[in-house]
C-alpha cells in the first residue's frame, strides 16, 4: 500500500524492494562484510522465499533459465549497483517470477 492506502502497481513494488534491498546491501558493506556474503546470503534468502511460495519444483525450473540470462548480461548493471539510480527497466525483469503459478509474488 502507498502511503494514501492504495494498493502499488508490480513496477511500483518492485522498484521500492530494490531501493530498500540495495540501502541493506550498502549498510552490510559499511559494517565490514564481503560482497561475496551479501551476495550469497541474499541468494539464499531468495531461493527460501520463493521455494515457500512456489514449491521447489517451480523454483527449480525458474534457476535452469538462469545460466542463459546470465551470459546474456540480463543481470549485469554498470558501472556499480550501488551508483546507480533504479529504474523499473534495470531493477527485476517480468521473468524473474516462476511461471504456471495462480499466486503472485
Given at each position: ?43 539464499f534468502a ?60
Amino acid at each position: 500500500m502507498d502511503e494514501e492506502g492504495r494498493a502499488l502497481g508490480e513496477a511500483e513494488e518492485k522498484r521500492i524492494a530494490l531501493s530498500l534491498l540495495l540501502d541493506a546491501w550498502a549498510a552490510a558493506l559499511a559494517r565490514g562484510v564481503s560482497p561475496e556474503a551479501i551476495a550469497t546470503t541474499a541468494i539464499f534468502a531468495a531461493l527460501s522465499d520463493m521455494i515457500d511460495l512456489h514449491g521447489q519444483e517451480e523454483v527449480a525450473r525458474l534457476c535452469d533459465a538462469l545460466p542463459a540470462r546470465v551470459r546474456k548480461g540480463e543481470f549485469t548493471l554498470a558501472p556499480s549497483k550501488l551508483d546507480m539510480q533504479p529504474t523499473v527497466e534495470n531493477e527485476v525483469g517480468e521473468d524473474d517470477e516462476p511461471k504456471g503459478t495462480d499466486e503472485e509474488a
